[in-house]
């Protein structure tokens, strides 16, 4: 049963002890408010003013899972907090782990600092939760997948626009990689994991997945520079640096060009350019046990 006084507490607590600063939106210099603004907590959890305000008024319906979801993760919740938000609301808190979409508040806090870099947020198999707009602007909206296809390495081996934005000559690379990612997922979360249903979709539905995986190869790591062909701006060669929450194991993936050089400025335009309807390709992030 949802705990509407409970509820509303905690939510008002939990907004008003937020700052702009920390989830990457300006401060202003009028700005009075102590923590967030009602509306600006709303935007964060993707969903209108009025239905959040009226959560924290003790009024509406009850909450939705989904709905709750979206609230801890836009008031950056640890995952106690996540929980308890859960209880009040009436509703049995969701797994941790490994499965996982509730990214953790400091790894939210450094990615809310990354808005003028292209980067993302993944799970272990490959399936993106958080996107800079630089990010949507080189590889697409990758949040736009559900079911199987939300794992770049499933969507890969069963939709050709999956290869677009890669040179041709390394797409063997890629499908080495990624039946590699998967087995040592598979591996390390065991026949009844989501890896494995995975497996076996991707085994009746890909020939070439079939005979790549039949190579029993392991270890296959990304490569130092990774080639993207853009419909706009062409050619850019960007380094990928790696931050990792084993607790939840996902991963923070930041690309970056050398300074001065032609990728850089590739980028640059990219930022001005911003998310395209032809950019709709993908970004390459490695399926990988946590390390």
Same mark, same amino acid.
């Given at each position: 049963?949802?705990?509407?006084?409970?509820?509303?507490?905690?939510?008002?607590?939990?907004?008003?002890?937020?700052?702009?600063?920390?989830?990457?939106?300006?401060?202003?210099?009028?700005?009075?408010?102590?923590?967030?603004?009602?509306?600006?907590?709303?935007?964060?959890?993707?969903?209108?003013?009025?239905?959040?305000?009226?959560?924290?008024?003790?009024?509406?319906?009850?909450?939705?899972?989904?709905?709750?979801?979206?609230?801890?993760?836009?008031?950056?919740?640890?995952?106690?907090?996540?929980?308890?938000?859960?209880?009040?609301?009436?509703?049995?808190?969701?797994?941790?782990?490994? #499965?996982?979409?509730?990214?953790?508040?400091?790894?939210?806090?450094?990615?809310?600092?990354?808005?003028?870099?292209?980067?993302?947020?993944?799970?272990?198999?490959?399936?993106?939760?958080?996107?800079?707009?630089?990010?949507?602007?080189?590889?697409?909206?990758?949040?736009?997948?559900?079911?199987?296809?939300?794992?770049? #390495?499933?969507?890969?081996?069963?939709?050709?626009?999956?290869?677009?934005?890669?040179?041709?000559?390394?797409?063997?690379?890629?499908?080495?990689?990624?039946?590699? #990612?998967?087995?040592?997922?598979?591996?390390?979360?065991?026949?009844?994991?989501?890896?494995?249903?995975?497996?076996?979709?991707?085994?009746?539905?890909?020939?070439?997945?079939?005979?790549?995986?039949?190579?029993?190869?392991?270890?296959?790591?990304?490569?130092?520079?990774?080639?993207?062909?853009?419909?706009?701006? #062409?050619?850019?060669?960007?380094?990928?640096?790696?931050?990792?929450?084993?607790?939840?194991?996902?991963?923070?993936?930041?690309?970056?060009?050398?300074?001065?050089?032609?990728?850089?400025?590739?980028?640059?335009?990219?930022?001005?350019?911003?998310?395209?309807?032809?950019?709709?390709?993908?970004?390459?992030?490695?399926?990988?046990?946590?390390?």
């Amino acid at each position: 049963m949802i705990d509407r006084v409970g509820l509303a507490e905690f939510l008002r607590s939990r907004r008003e002890a937020l700052q702009p600063e920390d989830v990457g939106m300006p401060r202003g210099q009028r700005r009075r408010t102590s923590g967030l603004r009602r509306e600006e907590v709303a935007a964060l959890c993707h969903m209108s003013a009025d239905y959040y305000s009226r959560l924290e008024r003790q009024r509406g319906p009850q909450p939705s899972e989904q709905m709750m979801a979206s609230i801890a993760q836009g008031l950056h919740l640890s995952l106690e907090e996540r929980d308890h938000v859960f209880r009040l609301a009436g509703h049995q808190p969701p797994a941790r782990g490994a #499965g996982s979409d509730h990214v953790s508040p400091g790894m939210l806090r450094i990615f809310d600092r990354l808005a003028d870099t292209p980067a993302e947020i993944v799970t272990e198999l490959g399936e993106t939760l958080r996107q800079t707009p630089l990010g949507v602007a080189l590889v697409g909206d990758l949040g736009r997948h559900t079911g199987p296809a939300r794992c770049i #390495g499933y969507r890969w081996f069963t939709d050709p626009a999956a290869r677009e934005l890669h040179p041709p000559e390394d797409h063997d690379f890629y499908s080495r990689m990624y039946a590699s #990612g998967l087995r040592g997922v598979v591996a390390l979360r065991g026949p009844k994991s989501r890896a494995a249903s995975l497996l076996a979709d991707l085994t009746d539905r890909s020939a070439e997945f079939r005979e790549v995986w039949q190579r029993q190869e392991v270890g296959i790591k990304p490569r130092e520079i990774k080639r993207y062909l853009h419909p706009q701006v #062409g050619l850019l060669e960007l380094s990928c640096q790696t931050l990792v929450d084993p607790a939840q194991s996902q991963h923070l993936l930041v690309y970056t060009a050398a300074p001065g050089s032609e990728s850089h400025e590739k980028l640059q335009l990219l930022s001005v350019i911003g998310p395209t309807s032809t950019s709709t390709s993908e970004a390459g992030a490695p399926l990988a046990p946590p390390s």
